[in-house]
């Protein structure tokens, strides 16, 4: 009963189709930025390092190395201002969280690539 | 004023139309019966009785059974009063369902809910107090309260604790209204109301939801 109704309460917010992308992805975000009165499509990209949370709550987490910073955004999957999420490249992966790259600069955050039919790169 | 009588579901976010997450409750309320209009000639002032949630006549003792008869209904659970100005005519009738479509023209809503008990806290927990340092010599009273009187806190009579003193007791189960909920919308199918922001109780507790005293 209450998560019947929670869910209905939820369903108006969730996307009807989420874009299909795994850890380890290269991707391109889009996402919507509002400055004033304007809106643009801003794209992020970097590698998908962690999948977290279910439902409304769902999040992914984007890092890329912008000159010698490693730079991690957090998404929410559902938020409509996430416009799509592009899947370029598969890596290959051992693990759902790849936080061990955090600790890793030049050549070695490079993931070994996995020929995956739902990135662009086929 | 409207007033409907419902359960607190839970918490969850959504979207609104400009992208941005927003914090809600959700309130399963109503339909309320009116149980009783109270008028000033009879019972000294003006209200409406409301009852939400059924409970099987066998549960309640006669006279909850007989009152709820009057209004040819089955014994509520959960009975509450929306009082009326003084001289004013309720707008019902007893026997009739308030759903959640009274709230349709209200943008801003009050609710009363029941918090969640705390048990024996004390007062750092309870009223917020500063206690001591960790360090620095501070000695077995890290989250004491201090001192709590003087000779010379009651000039006159000397050394009389004060009445009203915040001390450590019982915390929570008291009836905590949260004021100017914006509603964010409503459900006339499930009965749902969705308001922005926390709603004090559980999840399951019952609450009371009015329009606004002071924002329209």
């Given at each position: 009963?209450?998560?019947?109704?929670?869910?209905?309460?939820?369903?108006?917010?969730?996307?009807?189709?989420?874009?299909?992308?795994?850890?380890?992805?290269?991707?391109?975000?889009?996402?919507?930025?509002?400055?004033?009165?304007?809106?643009?499509?801003?794209?992020?990209s970097?590698?998908?390092?962690?999948?977290?949370?279910?439902?409304m709550?769902?999040?992914?987490?984007?890092?890329?190395?912008?000159?010698?910073?490693?730079?991690?955004?957090?998404?929410?999957?559902?938020?409509?201002?996430?416009?799509?999420?592009?899947p370029?490249?598969?890596?290959?992966?051992?693990?759902?969280?790849?936080?061990?790259?955090?600790?890793?600069?030049?050549?070695?955050?490079?993931?070994?690539?996995?020929?995956?039919s739902?990135?662009?790169?086929? | 004023?409207?007033?409907?009588?419902?359960?607190?579901?839970?918490?969850?976010?959504?979207?609104?139309?400009?992208?941005?997450?927003?914090?809600?409750?959700?309130?399963?309320?109503?339909?309320?019966?009116?149980?009783?209009?109270?008028?000033?000639?009879?019972?000294?002032?003006?209200?409406?009785?409301?009852?939400?949630?059924?409970?099987k006549?066998?549960?309640?003792?006669?006279?909850?059974?007989?009152?709820?008869?009057?209004?040819?209904?089955?014994?509520?659970?959960?009975?509450?009063?929306?009082?009326?100005?003084?001289?004013?005519?309720?707008d019902?009738?007893?026997?009739?369902?308030?759903?959640?479509?009274?709230?349709?023209?209200?943008?801003?809503?009050?609710?009363?809910?029941?918090?969640?008990?705390k048990?024996?806290?004390?007062?750092?927990?309870?009223?917020?107090?500063?206690?001591?340092p960790?360090?620095?010599?501070?000695?077995?009273?890290?989250?004491?309260?201090?001192?709590?009187?003087?000779?010379?806190?009651?000039?006159?009579?000397?050394?009389?604790?004060?009445?009203?003193?915040?001390m450590?007791?019982?915390?929570?189960?008291?009836?905590?209204?949260?004021?100017?909920?914006?509603?964010?919308?409503?459900?006339?199918?499930?009965?749902?109301?969705?308001?922005?922001?926390?709603?004090?109780?559980?999840?399951?507790?019952?609450?009371?939801?009015?329009?606004?005293?002071?924002?329209?």
């Amino acid at each position: 009963m209450k998560t019947e109704l929670m869910d209905s309460v939820e369903s108006k917010s969730l996307k009807s189709k989420v874009p299909y992308f795994e850890v380890g992805d290269v991707v391109d975000v889009k996402c919507r930025i509002t400055e004033g009165v304007k809106t643009r499509i801003q794209t992020f990209s970097g590698t998908v390092i962690a999948r977290s949370g279910r439902g409304m709550n769902e999040t992914f987490t984007v890092r890329r190395v912008a000159g010698d910073e490693g730079v991690e955004r957090v998404f929410p999957l559902n938020s409509p201002n996430v416009v799509d999420v592009i899947p370029l490249r598969s890596g290959k992966t051992r693990r759902a969280k790849l936080y061990y790259l955090r600790k890793r600069t030049g050549k070695g955050i490079r993931l070994a690539q996995r020929h995956s039919s739902h990135t662009i790169a086929r | 004023m409207v007033k409907l009588l419902g359960k607190k579901i839970g918490m969850t976010q959504i979207y609104d139309e400009s992208g941005r997450m927003i914090p809600v409750t959700v309130i399963l309320a109503g339909p309320c019966k009116v149980m009783q209009i109270k008028t000033a000639e009879t019972d000294g002032y003006s209200a409406v009785q409301l009852g939400y949630d059924d409970v099987k006549a066998s549960r309640v003792k006669k006279p909850q059974e007989g009152h709820a008869k009057k209004s040819e209904t089955t014994p509520k659970r959960f009975v509450r009063e929306l009082r009326l100005a003084d001289g004013s005519e309720a707008d019902c009738q007893v026997g009739d369902d308030v759903t959640v479509s009274a709230l349709a023209d209200v943008k801003y809503v009050d609710v009363v809910g029941t918090s969640k008990g705390k048990g024996y806290a004390g007062v750092m927990k309870r009223h917020g107090f500063g206690g001591f340092p960790a360090s620095h010599g501070c000695e077995r009273k890290h989250r004491a309260a201090g001192s709590i009187s003087s000779v010379a806190s009651d000039a006159g009579s000397g050394g009389n604790l004060k009445k009203g003193k915040r001390m450590a007791g019982r915390m929570g189960g008291d009836r905590v209204t949260t004021r100017n909920h914006q509603l964010v919308s409503i459900d006339t199918e499930k009965n749902l109301i969705i308001v922005k922001g926390a709603v004090a109780g559980a999840s399951g507790g019952y609450v009371e939801v009015c329009n606004s005293r002071t924002k329209r």
